[in-house]
């Protein structure tokens, strides 16, 4: 085939939004993938010939099941429940699991797509997947959560396992919700394997796996700046979420020398123009993993913070923005305040947290700007780690973890600056360099299989 005969990139987003109908996250994943992988691949024919991005955007396997529970008061309640298995070609399905009300087929296979590029990028051996349901763990008692995520793994079991898919956790699945689901699990195959990663440290958990994706985002946000002899000591820095991956972005912010302004929840955001330092940030964690309370709380806590209820934070003006919440919460007018108020790089801690039209304003200002599937890969990073001591039965030192932690998100952002550069541009374009590096590597592979 000539490569003028091949479909051009409307044609081909067309044809994912018509197969995929009513799954608009997972289109809106595909399309920011695509706009430059069909400029990369135009004159290299066996990526045609071989229909490789048809193939990586089409999911290996999409399993739904239902989950029964029993609540406290003795109510039966039915949930729906995912693994979304993407592309297995460099390794065994890796991504977390999500338990939030808004989870749908279409947000799984969003986060099943972004997560094979993430993977690849890591430089590990690891394939992409994603699940979860739609459930939401808030107001549940712990028993409540216990007795889902029995329910959730009595079916997730038979499709997983340490060389086949390898769950983690992710919004609404920290360490209590991976502990219940390991339990279960083990209780269901009698093996004990690595079958899960965000493990507690006394059962094969890895040291800094809670801290990781946070730390790894502000690494690369980082590592940017230095491209530029610029550095975070002494910025002010806006971010959103105040979950395990805000949190923890919050911390190495602080240890580098910057100013934490905000941090949000689904209800509203803090502003703190003192700055939310290591022990406010303590508190924070108390709050929502202990108390499980809200992000409002706070402002009755520090005096001279307020929280400003149903809004975002990207009004209030800083030098840096991390948004670490979840999908599509910056918005095209969002970033164009960002840019109006000179903030000078973004570092995506969440998934795809901003829409097409705020990448596409980020990129047009040619400010530093780093998508989720480079700058929150720490996370999936410290997880494969964690599955290869798994497999050795042993455990690597703190130091050492963090000395691969930080080597890894550099190797990441090497790649990203490889492939990243564009024509009549200053600076590297992140999104590009990190589509192509992470594509090439997952296509290779899928050559070398033939037509599988
Ligand atoms: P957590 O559940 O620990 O925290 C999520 C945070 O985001 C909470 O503050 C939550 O507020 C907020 N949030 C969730 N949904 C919404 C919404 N619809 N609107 C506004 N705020 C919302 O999750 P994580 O910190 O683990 O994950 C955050 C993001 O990072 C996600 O996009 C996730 O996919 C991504 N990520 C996480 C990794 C990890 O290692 N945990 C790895 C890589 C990416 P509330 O409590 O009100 O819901």
Redesign the pocket.
């Known amino acids: 085939m000539a490569v003028s005969d091949h479909v051009d990139l409307g044609g081909f987003i067309e044809g994912v939004r018509r197969r995929n109908p009513g799954q608009p996250e997972f289109a809106q994943a595909v399309q920011e993938v695509a706009e430059d992988i069909f400029d990369f691949i135009q004159d290299k024919e066996q990526y045609h010939r071989y229909q490789i991005l048809r193939r990586i955007a089409e999911p290996d396997r999409v399993i739904s099941f239902r989950v029964c529970w029993e609540d406290d008061k003795g109510n039966i309640r039915v949930q729906r429940g995912w693994r979304v298995q993407n592309n297995n070609s460099i390794g065994p399905y890796k991504g ?1 699991i ?1 338990f ?1 009300p ?1 989870v749908t087929e279409s947000v799984l296979k969003f ?1 099943a797509f972004e997560q094979t590029f993430k993977n690849a990028l890591t430089g590990l051996p690891m394939g992409g997947g994603k699940g979860g349901a739609n459930f939401n763990p ?1 107001g549940k008692s712990d028993n409540e959560v216990m007795r889902f995520c029995q329910s959730f793994m009595n079916e997730l079991y038979r499709y997983i396992g340490a060389d086949i898919d390898v769950p ?5 699945v ?1 360490g209590r919700e991976i502990g219940y689901m390991f339990g279960q699990y083990k209780r269901l195959t009698n093996e004990f394997t690595g079958v899960l990663t965000g493990k507690g440290l006394e059962y094969g958990g890895s040291l800094i796996r809670t801290e ?2 946070g730390y790894g985002a502000v690494y690369f946000l980082r590592n940017m700046l230095a491209t530029q002899k610029n550095s975070i000591e002494g910025k002010t820095v806006v971010i ?7 949190t923890h972005a919050a911390e190495k912010i602080n240890q580098l020398g910057g100013k934490v302004l905000t941090l ?4 509203g955001f803090i502003h703190d123009p003192a700055g939310i330092d290591q022990e406010k940030v303590n508190w924070i964690k108390d709050l929502k993993n202990k108390r499980r309370g ?2 409002s709380e706070y402002a009755k806590e520090f005096k001279g913070s307020e929280f400003v209820a149903g809004k975002t934070p990207w009004g209030v003006v800083c030098d840096l923005a991390l948004p ?4 599509n ?1 910056l918005t095209g007018d969002d970033a164009r305040t960002l840019v109006k108020n000179g903030c000078i790089a973004v570092s995506e ?3 795809m ?1 901003t829409t097409l039209e705020g990448v596409h304003v980020f990129k047009d200002a040619q400010i530093l700007f780093a998508p ?1 599937k480079a700058a ?1 890969a720490g ?2 990073s410290v997880s494969g780690l964690e599955m290869s001591q798994n497999s050795a039965r042993i455990s690597w030192k703190e130091e050492e973890l963090q000395r691969l932690l930080e080597d890894i998100m550099a190797g990441i952002h090497a790649s990203c600056v490889e492939y990243g550069g564009r024509a009549g541009s200053k600076v590297t374009d992140y999104v590009r360099g990190a589509n192509i590096a992470g594509f090439k590597k997952v296509a290779d592979a899928m050559l070398a299989f033939g037509v599988v």
Do not use: W
């Open positions: 977390g999500r939030h808004s986060l808030k983690a956790g992710d919004i609404g920290g990781a994706t959103s979420g105040s979950g395990n991956v805000a949000s929840d689904s209800e809200r992000i670490c919440a979840t999908q919460e801690g969440a998934n947290p989720g929150n996370g999936v």
